[in-house]
């Protein structure tokens, strides 16, 4: 049977601020990527998102990001690359901790916003991203957005890594996220969304913003768990692939 992994963004609450639909999204992902304090989140957070996903069976990987927790790590830093290679270990390894604490194996790092874009087209941070990866935990796999120098970083690092794509994301016609601020960047309608993530999973393309097709490897899908009607839209790409006989499961499970 054919299988795909959900991955979801999460622990985006910091201190008394909440974000994000964690407890009614956490039931139906497979994978979730824990916010490290540099973008949002709290130790407090931190280790109440890995109890949950300890709770709901999710598998737990890293969210590191440039040191921005008032732009939500969406804006650029001037960061070289080995001052990204020391900020990913730090993030990594604090929430290390808190998988260590609650018995849980961590699965993955995926690095957040604008380091991730950054990742997507500059092989110098990619190979810092990679290399922290490494350095903490060779075992660990990073999420590298598909046909980018991700994974390019990765295979050269020779650490294991899986391609994602995007649910609720435009694509251009080169196969990158259409920035956020131009308009139709991020697709609303959940029929749309699901019908999207079927052709992901089971042709390997998506359509772009022009019109285009674009191959695409999608090892994982991405859906946001902090937007307007993310559970349904969860919900939805759920019961459209199982219905299709796609079975969801972390992609380290063994």
């Known amino acids: 049977m054919a299988s795909i992994d959900l991955n979801c963004d999460?622990?985006?609450?910091?201190?008394?601020?909440?974000?994000?639909?964690?407890?009614?999204?956490?039931?139906?992902?497979?994978?979730?990527?824990?916010?490290?304090?540099?973008?949002?989140?709290d130790p407090v957070n931190m280790l109440k998102t890995v109890r949950l996903a300890k709770k709901y069976g999710a598998a737990v990987g890293a969210h590191p990001s440039y040191p921005d927790l008032v732009g939500f790590g969406r804006r650029v830093v001037a960061a070289s690359p080995e001052e990204v290679k020391a900020d990913v270990m730090y993030q990594i390894g604090s929430l290390q901790a808190f998988c260590k604490a609650e018995g849980v194996k961590m699965q993955h790092v995926k690095v957040h916003g604008a380091l991730y874009n950054v990742a997507a087209k500059d092989i110098a941070i990619a190979g810092a991203i990679a290399e922290a990866v490494k350095a903490v935990d060779p075992d660990l796999y990073m999420l590298c957005l598909g046909n980018s120098l991700m994974v390019t970083a990765a295979k050269n690092a020779g650490i294991k890594y899986v391609e994602e794509a995007f649910a609720d994301?435009?694509?251009?016609?080169?196969?990158?996220?259409?920035?956020?601020?131009?308009?139709?960047?991020?697709?609303?309608?959940?029929?749309?969304?699901?019908?999207?993530?079927?052709?992901?999973?089971?042709?390997?393309?998506?359509?772009?913003?022009?019109?285009?097709?674009?191959?695409?490897?999608?090892?994982?899908?991405?859906?946001?768990?902090?937007?307007?009607?993310?559970?349904?839209?969860?919900?939805?790409?759920?019961?459209?692939?199982?219905?299709?006989?796609?079975?969801?499961?972390a992609f380290g499970a063994k």
């Open 169 to 249: 994301r435009a694509y251009t016609s080169e196969g990158t996220l259409v920035p956020r601020k131009q308009e139709g960047s991020v697709i609303h309608d959940v029929n749309e969304v699901a019908e999207r993530v079927l052709t992901m999973a089971k042709e390997q393309k998506v359509t772009a913003i022009d019109g285009a097709t674009v191959p695409i490897t999608a090892q994982t899908i991405c859906v946001h768990g902090d937007t307007p009607g993310a559970v349904d839209m969860i919900k939805a790409i759920r019961a459209k692939l199982e219905a299709e006989g796609i079975e969801f499961r």
């Open 10 to 41: 999460m622990g985006e609450s910091f201190g008394t601020y909440t974000l994000g639909y964690d407890e009614q999204a956490m039931p139906y992902v497979t994978s979730i990527n824990v916010a490290c304090g540099f973008h949002a989140s």
